[in-house]
């Protein structure tokens, strides 16, 4: 059975970027469409990560202390984007649920398909881009001891020493999918259920862009804002209150 847990990863090391209004503006849209559900966020700095530098709408949030894995099966784990492509596969398949990164924007609560997942026993996630050549491992759903993603974990160790960014998190279960592997225990959904928005421009954050981007994500259940990506434009806006860009709207619609 998949518990209603949303679970998210804030793992501080060297290289993390400090806690931001986006990582502020998802948990408030987390609580705010799924407000039976429990919000776990893991982190090695507990003391950082009060509820209320969360938001003050999370104040029921757990708050959970861990210890950040290093290596995987001997293999060292190098930036904390990898650590948290270990860390999301080995809680969903421990504990099962919902797994979102800290800069996924929900739309619309999606547990119609936390229920499918439930009564098919499949991980569902969705494509990265059209192309169907990555997937998105932003916001995935799963029962414990799910069998695609206790595969994706035992082969993600070679995968950790590829050249190609992101080669484990979102290009193998590409592959695993492109074998057919446990193809009943898997469900892969359009790039617009969480990626309707590319890397081609600055969808989220440019006024010109506004209609066009609104256009974009229409039907989206969910927006992967691919922070690390945006992280110069992220850094400065503080101005995301008097600005009509897409973003700015659904910043003022998580606070209301």
């Known amino acids: 059975m998949i518990p209603k847990t949303i679970h998210c990863i804030y793992p501080v090391t060297?290289?993390?970027?400090?806690?931001?209004?986006?990582?502020?503006?998802?948990?408030?849209?987390?609580?705010?469409?799924?407000?039976?559900?429990?919000?776990?966020?893991?982190?090695?700095?507990?003391?950082?990560?009060?509820?209320?530098?969360?938001?003050?709408?999370?104040?029921?949030?757990?708050?959970?202390?861990?210890?950040?894995?290093?290596?995987?099966?001997?293999?060292?784990?190098?930036?904390?984007?990898?650590?948290?492509?270990?860390?999301?596969?080995?809680?969903?398949?421990?504990?099962?649920?919902?797994?979102?990164?800290?800069?996924?924007?929900?739309?619309?609560?999606?547990?119609?398909?936390?229920?499918?997942?439930?009564?098919?026993?499949?991980?569902?996630?969705?494509?990265?881009t059209p192309e169907q050549t990555s997937a998105c491992n932003a916001l995935m759903i799963a029962p414990p001891s799910n069998r695609f993603l206790a595969e994706w974990l035992r082969r993600l160790p070679e995968s950790l020493t590829s050249s190609t960014w992101a080669q484990g998190g979102v290009v193998l279960p590409a592959l695993l999918f492109a074998e057919g592997f446990a193809s009943d225990s898997r469900q892969f959904l359009d790039h617009t259920f969480a990626c309707p928005l590319d890397l081609s421009r600055p969808w989220l954050f440019d006024p010109a862009l506004r209609d066009e981007a609104k256009a974009r994500i229409a039907g989206s259940q969910a927006i992967h804002v691919f922070e690390s990506f945006w992280r110069d434009t992220v850094s400065r806006v503080d101005w995301v209150e008097k600005t009509d860009c897409l973003f700015s709207d659904i910043f003022n619609s998580a606070v209301i």
């Open 14 to 128: 060297e290289r993390t970027r400090p806690w931001s209004i986006v990582n502020h503006t998802a948990l408030l849209l987390a609580r705010k469409h799924h407000p039976d559900f429990e919000v776990i966020i893991s982190t090695n700095e507990a003391a950082s990560m009060s509820p209320m530098r969360v938001s003050a709408a999370l104040s029921d949030a757990t708050i959970k202390q861990i210890t950040l894995p290093t290596h995987l099966d001997g293999v060292a784990i190098g930036w904390p984007q990898y650590v948290s492509d270990v860390m999301r596969l080995q809680i969903l398949i421990e504990h099962g649920g919902i797994y979102m990164d800290t800069d996924i924007l929900f739309r619309a609560p999606i547990d119609a398909h936390v229920a499918a997942a439930d009564a098919t026993s499949v991980a569902i996630m969705s494509w990265e």
